[in-house]
């Protein structure tokens, strides 16, 4: 296994209180490609199966969607927009040379539509593959939240404010379906429609949790994901908030945005999203 880290430092204010991101996420890919797919059904991929259903799901989440997460992935790092938040690290090897990491190791750069299209489904007549399910990434982020009495103590400069949150517990069968009406009840919460926010991250556990918020919610594709989602880039569980809302941040800032959504669901069918607006 090779592994990088990376760095992200966004403070956000909520109230009369603001939040600071800090994540450390390291990325491993295995040396040789997996051989096979472990046969087992969870709940994860019992919802991502019925989701699927959907014809647009259907058409899209098989090979179009990973090919276009790995697509968006290596542009944006291609065009550096992933250095505000990496930490290069220089790692020892057992030649005693150190090897510096400072790009996310999953990106499939020559992404091939018709390979990925050809990969065999875990199921008969399913659409669920090793392409389209979030690849097996490690990690750890925190978050920091703090008054503005200590940012003005500090010195911490503000970049975003939480405008709303919300969450919510939907049908634990259908898991990831969690951020649809997570997002419905953020959106009510601030007063706002999906028409008032520049980009949206929504969490790819497997390819068909964007697709599927998507046709449920009308959202234009083209600020969906914008830089690739974690079927490029990974999922590691327990730090994938706190570092899509360290991407969600500078690429609102990059772009000239102000307010960002991001939405992902959790075990069990809970579900929370997070609506950001920049400072």
Same mark, same amino acid.
């Given at each position: 296994?090779? %592994?990088?880290?990376?760095?992200?430092?966004?403070?956000?204010?909520?109230?009369?209180? +603001? +939040? +600071?991101?800090?994540?450390?996420?390291?990325?491993?890919?295995?040396?040789?490609?997996?051989?096979?797919?472990?046969?087992?059904?969870?709940? $994860?991929?019992?919802?991502?199966? %019925?989701?699927?259903?959907?014809?647009?799901?259907?058409?899209?989440? %098989?090979?179009?969607?990973?090919?276009?997460?790995? %697509?968006?992935?290596?542009?944006? $790092?291609?065009?550096?927009?992933?250095?505000?938040?990496?930490?290069?690290?220089?790692?020892?090897?057992?030649?005693?040379?150190?090897?510096?990491?400072?790009?996310?190791?999953?990106?499939?750069?020559?992404?091939?539509?018709? #390979?990925?299209?050809?990969?065999?489904?875990? #199921?008969?007549?399913?659409?669920?593959?090793?392409?389209?399910?979030?690849?097996?990434?490690?990690?750890?982020?925190? +978050?920091?939240?703090?008054?503005?009495?200590?940012?003005?103590?500090?010195?911490?400069?503000?970049?975003?404010?939480?405008?709303?949150?919300?969450?919510?517990?939907?049908?634990?069968?259908?898991?990831?379906?969690?951020?649809?009406?997570?997002?419905?009840?953020?959106?009510?919460?601030?007063?706002?429609?999906?028409?008032?926010?520049?980009?949206?991250?929504?969490?790819?556990?497997?390819?068909?949790?964007?697709?599927?918020?998507?046709? #449920?919610?009308?959202?234009?594709?083209?600020?969906?994901?914008?830089?690739?989602?974690?079927? #490029?880039?990974?999922?590691?569980?327990?730090? $994938?908030?706190?570092?899509?809302?360290? $991407?969600?941040?500078?690429?609102?800032?990059?772009?000239?945005?102000?307010?960002?959504?991001?939405?992902?669901?959790?075990?069990?069918?809970?579900?929370?999203?997070?609506?950001?607006?920049?400072?």
């Amino acid at each position: 296994m090779r %592994r990088l880290f990376k760095f992200s430092l966004p403070v956000l204010l909520l109230g009369g209180s +603001v +939040v +600071v991101f800090l994540w450390l996420k390291a990325s491993q890919v295995p040396d040789q490609p997996i051989e096979a797919i472990e046969k087992t059904w969870t709940v $994860t991929t019992v919802s991502a199966q %019925r989701q699927s259903l959907s014809p647009t799901v259907r058409l899209y989440g %098989r090979s179009e969607s990973p090919h276009e997460s790995h %697509r968006r992935a290596a542009a944006a $790092t291609e065009a550096g927009r992933f250095k505000q938040e990496i930490l290069p690290l220089d790692v020892p090897q057992e030649n005693g040379e150190r090897l510096r990491h400072d790009v996310d190791e999953g990106i499939r750069w020559d992404a091939d539509l018709d #390979a990925i299209s050809g990969l065999q489904p875990l #199921a008969e007549n399913g659409i669920i593959s090793a392409a389209n399910a979030s690849q097996i990434t490690d990690g750890a982020s925190a +978050v920091l939240v703090a008054s503005e009495q200590a940012v003005k103590e500090f010195g911490l400069k503000p970049l975003a404010r939480i405008h709303a949150m919300a969450v919510v517990g939907s049908d634990p069968t259908m898991v990831l379906e969690g951020p649809i009406p997570a997002t419905e009840k953020v959106l009510k919460r601030a007063g706002m429609t999906l028409a008032d926010i520049d980009l949206y991250e929504v969490n790819e556990a497997f390819g068909s949790v964007p697709l599927a918020w998507m046709n #449920a919610l009308g959202a234009d594709y083209d600020k969906l994901n914008v830089n690739g989602g974690a079927q #490029a880039l990974g999922h590691p569980l327990g730090a $994938t908030g706190a570092k899509l809302m360290g $991407t969600l941040v500078y690429e609102l800032k990059r772009r000239g945005g102000r307010y960002g959504l991001l939405a992902i669901c959790e075990g069990l069918g809970t579900a929370n999203a997070t609506i950001i607006e920049v400072l």
